[in-house]
């Protein structure tokens, strides 16, 4: 699990080479999940630490406007390049 949104985005060492359109799909799709897993988990977690305000936010910050967005066809996750190795 991760600690943080930080270390699901450092910590990411997908060995996916990008040559079809596919490969993007699945580790988005891979990545979306990470992250949905990450926010469950500390919403969990600061709930069971009785931090109420702080769950709620993490719920704030994957639900848009009180919509899971894997919930709802209206959602659209947008991707960056990697820059990692850019000069």
Same mark, same amino acid.
């Given at each position: $699990? @991760?600690?943080?949104?930080? *270390?699901?985005?450092?910590?990411?060492?997908?060995? =996916?080479?990008?040559?079809?359109?596919?490969?993007?799909?699945?580790?988005?799709?891979?990545?979306?999940?990470?992250?949905?897993?990450?926010?469950?988990?500390? $919403? @969990?977690?600061?709930?069971? *630490?009785?931090?109420?305000?702080?769950?709620?936010? =993490?719920?704030?910050?994957?639900?848009?406007?009180?919509?899971?967005?894997?919930?709802?066809?209206?959602?659209?996750?947008?991707?960056?390049?990697?820059?990692?190795?850019?000069?």
């Amino acid at each position: $699990m @991760n600690d943080s949104t930080l *270390d699901l985005f450092c910590n990411h060492d997908s060995e =996916i080479v990008v040559d079809t359109f596919s490969d993007v799909l699945d580790d988005n799709q891979h990545m979306i999940e990470t992250l949905r897993e990450t926010y469950w988990n500390a $919403m @969990n977690k600061c709930a069971d *630490d009785g931090r109420p305000d702080d769950a709620v936010s =993490i719920y704030e910050e994957w639900c848009v406007n009180g919509v899971d967005p894997d919930e709802s066809d209206n959602f659209e996750f947008t991707f960056l390049p990697d820059l990692t190795d850019a000069e």
